[in-house]
């Protein structure tokens, strides 16, 4: 089955407990995004890459790291997480420009 | 300014009955893509239906169908015969063609209670 893959679904974490979310897709597809949800502000989109190392920020990237060493994985790092950062997240892919995205479960993140 | 604008943010709607979700865009772009992804209280992000600037005709997908009137800039969501499993927030999207990431720009959500 063509899916994107995140881990763990849910995460409680500390303020500075370093942290990585997960992402896997299995349909090869070039382009991988993070985006944060937050209430009223809709979807925003923190990293993206193009393909393998190959890596850009987007309009919220502060406190965010990531890296695209295989194609298929995309991991989002949190150095030194802040409650500011308490959030859903979506890592999401596409095949190409014109092609469809598509979302992994996301992930639930609360920092305390 | 808003890019992506979503008038409604919520509404009932009885079911069987069709619903229209509106969207409106802003982009000086000629080439672009426009989305509508479903997000059930599970809180994942399910993709509907796709258009694009130069699609002649106005997209569907079963029981989803986009009024795209690209002269008015809006790109609407239809969905007929509303079943109870629609209940979700709506998102509209649009990728414009002159950038280069790729990026999603998104509408604050049309929330959709089907009511039995």
């Known amino acids: 089955e063509a899916q994107v893959t995140q881990n763990p679904r849910y995460l409680i974490t500390v303020t500075g407990k370093k942290l990585t979310v997960t992402c896997s897709q299995n349909m090869n597809h070039e382009y991988m995004s993070w985006y944060r949800q937050d209430p009223g502000l809709g979807l925003r989109q923190i990293y993206y890459s193009m393909n393998v190392e190959v890596t850009d920020k987007g309009d919220v990237p502060e406190g965010y790291k990531v890296s695209r060493k295989e194609k298929r994985n995309f991991p989002l790092i949190l150095e030194s997480p802040s409650p500011n950062q308490t959030s859903l997240y979506f890592c999401?892919?596409?095949?190409?420009?014109?092609?469809?995205?598509?979302f992994g479960s996301g992930t639930r993140l609360t920092v305390v | 300014a808003q890019k992506i604008t979503q008038t409604q943010p919520g509404m009932f709607v009885q079911e069987k009955e069709a619903v229209t979700l509106d969207c409106t865009y802003d982009t000086s772009d000629q080439s672009y893509g426009l989305f509508w992804y479903k997000q059930p209280s599970s809180g994942e992000m399910i993709f509907l239906i796709y258009q694009g600037s130069y699609d002649e005709q106005n997209a569907t997908e079963g029981r989803y169908s986009l009024n795209f009137q690209k002269a008015r800039k809006s790109a609407n969501l239809v969905i007929s015969a509303s079943q109870l499993g629609d209940s979700a927030m709506y998102f509209c999207a649009m990728r414009e063609g002159a950038r280069s990431n790729y990026q999603l720009i998104w509408g604050a959500g049309t929330k959709l209670i089907i009511k039995p």
């Open positions: 999401a892919s596409s095949r190409d420009r014109v092609g469809g995205y598509t």
